[in-house]
């Protein structure tokens, strides 16, 4: 039986993963938020702040990252790693609407949400979101904590690298490889690889940012 859930954050990915969650029929105990003055998500009562989590066991219940923006990649990430830290563990979240081969592989935390495809011999890592009508075509290797914005198309053989951020209706021909963190942006068309760090924009993309914060 899966056990219930607790989302952290409640913002608009939040908002979107609830949404979901309430169609798989999952138990949803709360949500939790660092603003106090936070009303319910559809229904979903504010637990608290991130501490509150702790007085659950971690047998007992499962997360769920609703950070999704692209400004709190970081945070994403760090709530993952600091909560797996202390022994609980990130539910994934597939909505009733998805596609996904049961040939591909999908670590702890992946959320495939509504219209999305996932074709076969994909690896997708831990806390990786296919978001709204994204579609990732065959043997893609995509890392942990990327995003994968509405209605972007990864098209087959591309790898993607931890942390990166494909953005909205962006598309990666094939076997492109994006490297770690690095931002596409929306709307892009990626027709060759892309080093780490940076971000790309337009068609063809090219660079236009150099990261200097990892
Ligand atoms: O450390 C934290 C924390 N920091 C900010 N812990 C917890 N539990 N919550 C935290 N927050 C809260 O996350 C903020 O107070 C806010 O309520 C929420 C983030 O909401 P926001 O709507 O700004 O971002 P989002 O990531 O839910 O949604 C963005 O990304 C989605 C993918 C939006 O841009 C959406 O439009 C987009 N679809």
Not at 22 to 32: A, D, N, P, V
Not at 61 to 73: A, C, D, H, P
């Amino acid at each position: 039986m899966s056990l219930p859930v607790i989302i952290l954050g409640g913002g608009g990915h939040a908002l979107v993963l609830i949404d979901a969650l309430m169609q798989l029929k999952r138990e949803i105990i709360g949500y939790t938020d660092t603003d106090s003055g936070k009303a319910p998500v559809l229904g979903v009562p504010l637990l608290g702040s991130d501490e509150k989590i702790l007085e659950h066991d971690p047998a007992q219940v499962m997360l769920v990252n609703g950070m999704g923006s692209i400004e709190s990649r970081a945070l994403r990430r760090e709530l993952h790693d600091l909560f797996r830290a202390r022994g609980y563990r990130f539910a994934r979240v597939i909505h009733p609407s998805a596609v996904v081969s049961p040939h591909a592989r999908l670590e702890d935390g992946v959320q495939i949400l509504a219209g999305a495809v996932v074709q076969p011999e994909c690896r997708l890592g831990a806390g990786t979101i296919v978001n709204t009508g994204a579609r990732v075509d065959h043997e893609c290797l995509v890392g942990a904590h990327v995003h994968i914005a509405p209605g972007s198309i990864v098209t087959g053989n591309v790898r993607i690298g931890d942390g990166a951020h494909i953005g909205a209706g962006a598309v990666l021909v094939k076997e492109v490889a994006i490297g770690a963190r690095s931002v596409v942006g929306a709307g892009a068309v990626v027709v060759e690889d892309v080093p780490e760090d940076v971000t790309v924009a337009g068609v063809p993309a090219r660079v236009i940012r150099h990261r200097t914060v990892k």
